[in-house]
């Protein structure tokens, strides 16, 4: 995407919209002035659709879409006083149905016009704005492009007020966090080679790909147990098993070391999922499906799971993972941080959310294994599979729209 269309606030509400071309997009509301001018109102939004280049084998980043990198749109909120917030959406054409494309169009022509000249403060507000602009389907619509638009709201609030995330909850800002390392594997031959990888780099809890091979993955998790016997073996299936062979493989997973399975079937198989629960080999959560608090809480009434692996990417931001993670604790179930192979700014806000609710079990947060550039002033602190929590106001980073440009450039037109 070349060129896409700008249109300025003020030439809007004077008379009809006017189009520039420009390398993101800036949009405007067409909504009536609210009832109370707020302080400071959202100017404009930017959108700039890219790819971050990847590393190594990873089954979403193939095809001729994945193998051009990993996809992310960028969005800029730019306040009338001049105050910016960052933000990003993560979409993966072979996980979610949201694309590259898809979600820059939606965030530029549907989410983005909803916020112009609203109160930034407000997030509140500006979610029911969202609410309204795109219909949902079986929960929230495009809940990957929306979560970039949330990520940047909190950051220029957080900058508006020079608040952390933590502070803007009113909690602490939490402690480092231990990062677990993904296994991929296309062979078996393959894997004492990527195990020693994240060795070499400080990880000792690992993370496999599973499904929809039960030989494999029983001989992928026990090669895996006995190189590392103390450390969190995380099963995740990506909904690749039918309900039948899920049942038949959890008890060997359990058997040879695994401590939990994630998304052994797809999110609709409910049955299978409460025979999976009843069945007992491992604790089962849920990762694809769980959009909005909405249908975790049904699931939870529904006997289904034993807890969610959070993606705040996923599920339309930090306001809904926030909540989610506030309902699972409060059922007394479990949570475990992931990601969507989260780059930069997404993967600050991700960290900020994790570390502010005390994160317990490795984060299988996997951007630093796989990509190689990055578009922040400075990169995240993360060494010897500990990372630490950005510290500053909104999501703690200072992004560098220079670099943001040039990408844009490089990898898409």
């Not at 499904?211 to 969190?232: H, I, Q, Y």
């Not at 401590?259 to 409910?270: F, H, Q, T, Y």
Request: aromatic share 6%.
């Amino acid at each position: 995407m070349s060129n896409v269309n700008r249109i300025d606030r003020r030439r809007f509400l004077a008379a009809s919209a006017a189009t520039t071309l420009a390398g993101g997009a800036l949009l405007t509301n067409r909504a009536a002035a609210q009832t109370r001018e707020p302080s400071v109102m959202i100017d404009r939004i930017e959108v700039f659709p890219l790819r971050y280049p990847t590393a190594g084998h990873f089954k979403f980043f193939t095809g001729p879409h994945g193998s051009r990198g990993r996809a992310a749109v960028i969005v800029k909120i730019t306040a009338d006083d001049g105050s910016l917030g960052w933000g990003q959406s993560v979409p993966i054409a072979l996980w979610s149905y949201e694309t590259l494309e898809t979600a820059t169009v939606v965030l530029r022509d549907y989410f983005a016009p909803a916020l112009i000249g609203l109160d930034p403060l407000d997030i509140d507000a500006a979610q029911a704005a969202l609410d309204g602009a795109l219909a949902g389907a079986f929960s929230t619509g495009m809940p990957i492009a929306r979560a970039g638009l949330d990520l940047a709201l909190h950051d220029l609030k957080g900058k508006l007020t020079g608040k952390s995330l933590a502070q803007l909850w009113d909690r602490e800002p939490g402690e480092p966090l231990t990062l677990s390392w993904t296994l991929n594997p296309r062979s078996l031959d393959e894997v004492e080679g990527l195990i020693e990888a994240g060795w070499r780099r400080g990880y000792r809890h690992f993370n496999i790909k599973v499904a929809p091979n039960p030989k494999f993955d029983v001989e992928l998790a026990t090669m895996v147990r006995r190189r590392v016997p103390d450390g969190f073996l995380w099963a995740d299936g990506n909904g690749g098993y039918d309900p039948d062979t899920a049942l038949e493989v959890a008890p060997k997973l359990a058997d040879v070391g695994v401590d939990v399975l994630e998304a052994p079937i797809k999110p609709n198989r409910i049955s299978g999922y409460q025979a999976l629960k009843r069945q007992g080999a491992l604790p089962i959560l849920m990762d694809e499906g769980v959009v909005s608090p909405v249908e975790l809480a049904e699931f939870i009434k529904l006997g289904m799971i034993d807890g969610v692996a959070m993606k705040p990417s996923r599920c339309g931001g930090l306001v809904s993972a926030r909540r989610q993670i506030e309902l699972i604790e409060d059922r007394g179930l479990m949570w475990l941080g992931s990601g969507l192979t989260d780059p930069d700014i997404s993967m600050a806000a991700t960290l900020g959310l994790y570390g502010t609710y005390g994160l317990k079990k490795p984060a299988a947060l996997n951007g630093p294994q796989f990509l190689t550039t990055h578009v922040l002033a400075a990169p995240l602190a993360i060494a010897n599979a500990v990372a630490e929590l950005p510290r500053g106001p909104g999501l703690g980073v200072d992004v560098d729209e220079a670099k943001v440009v040039a990408l844009m450039k490089q990898t898409a037109g």
